[in-house]
């Protein structure tokens, strides 16, 4: 059984910057894309940046500069280093272990990030 916990949310001023983590019990395979996702209230979740197990990334153009994925596959945990943070960049930051073997995809519970003066 595969399990996601997230942390690192908090209250952030617009410019600064915060960085989450992402702790993975169960195993991690080498087919396995982990990503980070986000939902602001009213709104749909989105894909904020996904990471190949060799390190692969990938960004939507709204992060693009600003936020990067990482990943320790030896500790199994992502990380999301957000930079330059803006208030629409506030919502709750889940992130996701996609298993494309078997179509499987975990999520975590989330961590609130709040971008405000």
């Known amino acids: 059984q595969v399990q996601l916990v997230e942390s690192g949310g908090d209250l952030v001023q617009p410019g600064g910057s915060l960085r989450l983590s992402c702790v993975v019990s169960?195993?991690?395979?080498?087919?396995?894309?982990m990503a980070w996702h986000r939902q602001a209230p009213g709104k749909e979740r989105e894909l904020v940046a996904s990471?190949?197990?060799?390190?692969?990334?990938n960004y939507p153009d709204f992060v693009k500069g600003r936020f990067t994925i990482s990943r320790d596959n030896a500790q199994k945990t992502i990380y999301l280093q957000m930079n330059n943070v803006k208030p629409e960049d506030t919502a709750v930051y889940y992130c996701s272990l996609f298993r494309p073997t078997t179509g499987a995809k975990y999520w975590g519970q989330g961590t609130q990030v709040t971008v405000s003066s």
């Open positions: 169960g195993s991690i395979l080498s087919i396995d894309v």
């Open positions: 990471i190949s197990y060799g390190g692969r990334t």
